[in-house]
């Protein structure tokens, strides 16, 4: 079953459900969305350096250290 399938089955599921039911389907796939995103973070801090890496990224754009890659790559 691809994921247009999946889509389509879940809709017809959720167009059944009673007021109370759907905010509680609501807040299970709320639920898994902000799981993937602590999943997603848990990732990037494994990378060694990272956190420091990106503390001094986000530093350097402050400061107006850093170029829009459209003035880099211009044929994009």
Known sequence: MNTTQIRS??????????????????D???NLD???AID???ELLKIPDFKSAFE?????VK???VKN????????
Not at 56 to 60: G, L, R, S, T, V
């Open 34 to 36: 902000n799981q993937e």
């Open 40 to 42: 997603a973070t848990e």
């Open 63 to 65: 400061e107006g250290k």
């Open 9 to 26: 089955e879940l809709k017809e599921y959720i167009d059944k459900l009673s007021p109370e039911k759907l905010k509680l389907a609501a």
């Open 69 to 76: 890659w459209r003035d880099i790559r211009n044929d994009v």
């Open 28 to 30: 299970f796939f709320q």
């Open 56 to 60: 001094k990224a986000n530093q350097e």
